[in-house]
């Protein structure tokens, strides 16, 4: 069965996540540096079968666009070019960060590995990928 892969984008670093190989659960993959992403993205759809890659869509507050939509918007259009054959989709990502980090919390990971920035990113992942599954009654 094809994978769901998941993009939690930032400037810095991209979280990445998918699914488990039934499709059921959304699990934190990787977190790359943002100029190896498309290259990653490449490599992981080379030897796994992908087919749906769901962007988070970086939303104020209020609704607004935020200043990282100005990386996404050209990402996901690369993205689409060079995937034709896989569903690309823009994902409200609001409020991630903060139930990534609450999640990492509550897991009981120690303080040390709580100050990773980097499993924020890949657990932030999960969260866009699980929240879409959940949209789209997965």
């Known amino acids: ?7 939690d984008y930032g400037t810095k670093r991209t979280g990445i996540a998918v699914t488990d190989p039934l499709g059921i659960i959304a699990q934190p993959l990787e977190t790359v ?14 030897k796994e079968e992908v087919s749906t890659i769901v962007v988070g869509y970086p939303r104020q507050m209020s609704g607004a666009p935020s200043d990282t939509m100005r990386f996404v918007e050209p990402l996901i259009g ?5 995937y034709p054959d896989k569903r690309i989709v823009a994902y409200d990502e609001r409020f991630t960060s903060v139930l990534a980090q609450r999640t990492i919390l509550e897991s009981g990971i120690g303080k040390m590995a709580r100050r990773d920035k980097s499993l924020v990113d890949k657990v932030s ?3 866009i990928l699980q929240d879409y599954m959940s949209s789209v009654g997965m």
């Open 78 to 82: 690369r993205l689409r070019h060079a």
């Open 125 to 127: 992942a999960a969260i």
């Open 33 to 46: 540096s943002t100029k190896e992403l498309e290259r990653y993205i490449a490599a992981y759809c080379a």
């Open 1 to 7: 069965m094809p994978r769901m892969l998941a993009i």
